[in-house]
């Protein structure tokens, strides 16, 4: 049978990580790709990298810091308060452009890498305002980057339709679940693992990491 190859965008966060260990199942050989935009804590990149030291995957870290030139938002510039969209208001997070670049950009590091599989962690369910996690838009950028390269990419969103407490599950079920509860990094305050507690990142994380335990120990009663 033929080797199947996968690139995984990675962030080192809660979502990033569940994929990975779901690419790590699914295929043969396994690459990750995190991107460095100056983000709003140095310590995602560092995360990154010891994750997938620890699971011993090759790990690939490109260079994006172009973004924070063009769009200033919260994740890329400190001054900016992070705070939820409010009306029809985009969320100050939003990093226009950003799912369209990298996912771009992974499909040129998998055609270089003869892979076919691209995967990431976008969620259309928890999408927080954000259009560039709809699956409409990944549907449409997957079609775009095989006429682009003249390729047959396929990119999977594991979690598209999962809530967080789903998503937690997966991770269980992937018998990842001690691990990415410990090892990585959602907060927007730089706090690994439970985080701060107090920013929106973790607000969700946590809810749904408290529905998912309600709901296993109910299972097991
Ligand atoms: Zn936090």
Known sequence: MKKEKA???FSGGQDSTTCLFWALEKFDEVEAVTFHYNQRHEEEVEVAKAITEKLDVKHRIL???LL???SPNALTHKEIEV???EGDSLPSTFV???NLLFLSFAGIVARQIGARHIITGVCETDFSGYPDCRDVFIKSLNVTLNLSMDDS???HTPLMWLDKAETWQLADELEAFDFVRHH???CYNGVIGSGCGECPACKLRNQGLENYLQQREGADV
């Open 7 to 9: 690139v995984v965008v």
């Open 63 to 65: 260079d994006m810091s």
């Open 68 to 70: 924070s030139q063009l």
């Open 83 to 85: 705070e939820d969209g």
């Open 96 to 98: 226009p452009g950003r």
């Open 153 to 155: 990419f396929v990119i």
């Open 184 to 186: 990585t990094l959602t």
